[in-house]
């Protein structure tokens, strides 16, 4: 017999309770309108940003980051912007954001600042696997792979006895799987879903919405691979699991379509950590 699912509430009641703790600050909708403006220009655009001081520094400090390339040679906003490009400024804003609303959250199970530093290192693989894959938008799986596992930080402060037992039951089994068997969703639904209701682009909302089950993704298969493998290598450093653990838990089509090999599942775990050091200190130094 099937084991029924032991909670009761629904991925969008969880959301909800969510939106009434994390908001988007009003700086994103601003460049988001400026974006979406054909007539703007860049220095609308770093107006926008300069507006929230926190941000403009921010942004400042990764445009002089060695993760791009030019230390000490960005000095304004608008050469920052010219750097990026509008996608990346909007994405890059988009993860601050985020960082930032989610200041509120607290649970037992999990340190903020140890989530995002686990979020950071998916994303810096993410980046580097879809760099492998050729695929050009790097920087957005980048964000992607940062933002994937949002919804666990949601879990695990509204049902933390039900997250409590799946941990400890976890092991070398599925977590999400197990997500799904004990309280009908996994996180990933919940991500989605609180995604999809700040109307951000679907780009990044459909690898993050599929990717703990990559073999079913109807759309964008390559990118909810690597989002897979990312937050999978992310997980398995965390547990201090081996490579020689990971790799029979993996799944067959994610494992496929990447083309990964076992030496490039190694060197890309090289690769996230070197990435994560370098930008970490630029986008989680104010996280909690």
């Known amino acids: 017999m099937t084991q029924e699912p032991e909670n009761s509430v629904t991925p969008s009641e969880l959301v909800a309770r969510a939106r009434e703790l994390a908001t988007l600050p009003d700086v994103y909708f601003r460049t988001k309108t400026i974006l979406e403006d054909p007539t703007s220009s860049h220095e609308d655009l770093a107006d926008a940003i300069a507006s929230d001081p926190a941000l403009a520094g921010r942004l400042l400090r990764m445009a002089n980051s060695a993760f791009y390339g030019r230390p000490g040679s960005i000095a304004t906003i608008t050469r920052?912007?010219?750097?990026?490009?509008?996608?990346?400024?909007?994405?890059?804003?988009?993860?601050?954001?985020?960082?930032?609303?989610?200041?509120?959250?607290?649970?037992?199970?999990?340190?903020?600042?140890?989530?995002?530093r686990s979020s950071?290192?998916?994303?810096?693989?993410?980046?580097?696997?879809?760099?492998?894959?050729?695929?050009?938008?790097?920087?957005?799986?980048?964000?992607?792979?940062?933002?994937?596992?949002?919804?666990?930080?949601?879990?695990?402060?509204?049902?933390?006895?039900?997250?409590?037992?799946?941990?400890d039951a976890a092991g070398n089994q599925d977590f999400a799987a197990q997500q799904r068997k004990r309280i009908g969703f996994d996180y990933a639904r919940i991500s989605a879903e609180l995604f999809e209701s700040w109307q951000l682009p679907a780009e990044l909302v459909s690898p993050i919405s599929g990717h703990t089950q990559p073999s079913a993704?109807?759309?964008?298969?390559?990118?909810?691979?690597?989002?897979?493998?990312?937050?999978?290598?992310?997980?398995?450093?965390?547990?201090?699991?081996?490579?020689?653990?990971?790799?029979?838990?993996?799944?067959?089509?994610?494992?496929?379509?990447?083309?990964?090999?076992?030496?490039?599942?190694?060197?890309?775990?090289?690769?996230?950590?070197?990435?994560?050091?370098?930008?970490?200190?630029?986008?989680?130094?104010?996280?909690?």
């Open 80 to 116: 920052a912007v010219g750097l990026f490009g509008t996608q990346q400024v909007h994405d890059l804003v988009l993860a601050t954001a985020i960082i930032d609303s989610f200041k509120g959250f607290s649970s037992s199970l999990v340190h903020p600042r140890e989530f995002w």
């Open 217 to 288: 993704a109807a759309e964008n298969q390559l990118e909810t691979a690597i989002i897979y493998i990312a937050t999978q290598l992310a997980r398995a450093k965390d547990q201090g699991k081996t490579l020689e653990n990971l790799i029979p838990l993996l799944d067959d089509g994610a494992w496929r379509i990447t083309g990964l090999s076992v030496e490039g599942l190694e060197q890309l775990g090289n690769d996230a950590r070197v990435l994560t050091e370098e930008i970490a200190p630029v986008l989680l130094y104010q996280a909690a």
């Open 120 to 167: 950071l290192y998916a994303a810096s693989a993410a980046k580097s696997l879809a760099e492998k894959c050729d695929i050009l938008d790097s920087e957005r799986l980048f964000v992607a792979g940062l933002l994937a596992q949002v919804g666990l930080l949601i879990l695990y402060q509204e049902l933390p006895s039900q997250m409590r037992e799946i941990l």
